[in-house]
């Protein structure tokens, strides 16, 4: 009798996670025709756990406030599950009582708790959240997009809420938004969610709609096709995933403490975002040696909340031909358990924010300049040294976007364009007044553009 091949489970940090509101072992063969390696699921099933192993798939057992924490994690190691995940607002001490009840077995503790509850910086190999917006390009009644402060589209992204933690540390990130609740979404929504994380450098824990989920449980030909093409999405950033070592890349700093707003969709990074002006996340905390070295200009949210010696390494980077912008009291912004995004009047307090931004960064190229990309949105990376240069393109429109331009400052000789829906394609690279262009014929859904 031939024994099945046992597959190995992925380190935590290779986890790609799905939401499984099921535990019958068939439904397994679906997981096995993508990427995800790890499901959350809702009950300590040992039979289902044990098949889910055989494939390499680990199991997360879901725990929400209520009932007993501890007992619940202690079923789930009787069951041989992977771990747990802690989701919601928990009071302060129930992580600690769940490891308790680990101790002596192998069983892995995840917590997506509310933003303002991260625990910003911690040695585990993975942190996350429970809340995220709903990626995608806000339409008013009548069909009419909503404007951004800078005039330009605005779009739903969790990606500068993401840039702002993992400026943090290098835990791999999770964000488990789930789909607005009775609504069907379309499969190339699912696409843009995934890739609104991915962009950032996280992964979106997967999570269908009540029709789809249904029916791909069913087998149902459309819902299949429509799971297959997440799965070859999700293939294509985890076959790219050592792009998530490379570092953002600006001569732009943005200091801003969590408190301040760091923690919130709809802020300065993604006011910044929707003109595609690169920058660097750099958290007030970590504002010491050598962390304003290769910006020419920084944002500095919050000046009264820095410490003497923070107060002398900035005005050092001015004496040394930086440009600062100081923000008044008006640009703090506050953080709120039950808010992930501005409150109303702090939406229009952004539109201040963009023209002190505006004058001083004007028409200079920090980085890198993008054309034709309303719709779009993009982060700029860079690999050990500052080189290669790697550019992440994500759009929310309902369309391909057509002839995209790309102006980068200094001299490259290599471009090539990565797309899940075909391989690697070379480009041309012509020189431009401050520098180095490249164009892009079509972007579907995302793109990667690694320049050399």
Known sequence: MLLPLLLALAAPAEWVPARWNSTD??????????PVNCLLVGSPDAVFAARAAERGIATLLVIEPGGDPAALARKAVAANLT??????????????????????SKAVLIE?????????????????????????????AGGAHKAAPTGSPWIDTNSGFIRAVRAWSDAAVWIGNR???????????????????????????????????????????????????????????????ELRAYLPYSRLALIQDP????????????????????????????????????????????????TPEQRELVRAFTRGGGTLLNGPPGWKFTSDPERITLAENEVERLTDIWRDVNFMVGRRNLGARLFNVSGMLSTLLAGPEGKPLLIHLVNYTGYPVESVTVHLPGEFHRARLFAPEGGERSLEVYKTEDGSGIDLDRISVCATLKID
């Open 259 to 306: 408190a301040d707003g760091g923690m919130l969709s709809g802020g300065i990074i993604d006011m910044l975002a929707a003109r595609h002006i690169p920058l660097r996340s750099l958290p007030r905390q970590h504002l010491k040696g050598d962390a304003l070295k290769g910006a020419s200009m920084a944002i500095n949210v919050d000046p009264s909340a820095l």
């Open 83 to 104: 771990g747990i995940v802690l989701e919601g607002d928990f009071p302060e001490d129930t992580a600690a009582r769940v490891r308790d009840s680990l101790a002596g």
């Open 112 to 140: 997506l708790p509310p933003r303002v509850r991260m625990k910003l910086g911690s040695p585990g190999p993975v942190i996350g959240t429970c809340q995220g917006v709903w990626p995608g390009i806000q339409v008013l």
């Open 179 to 241: 789909p607005p609740p009775r609504t069907v979404v379309t499969a190339q929504r699912y696409l843009q969610v995934i890739s609104d994380a991915a962009m950032a450098g996280a992964r979106w824990v997967i999570a269908l709609d009540d029709d789809l989920h249904r029916r791909l449980m069913a087998r149902d030909g459309e819902a299949v096709k429509t799971w297959e093409s997440l799965g070859r999405h999700l293939k294509y950033y985890e076959e790219h995933r």
């Open 25 to 34: 072992p068939s439904t397994l063969d679906l997981a096995a025709r993508t």
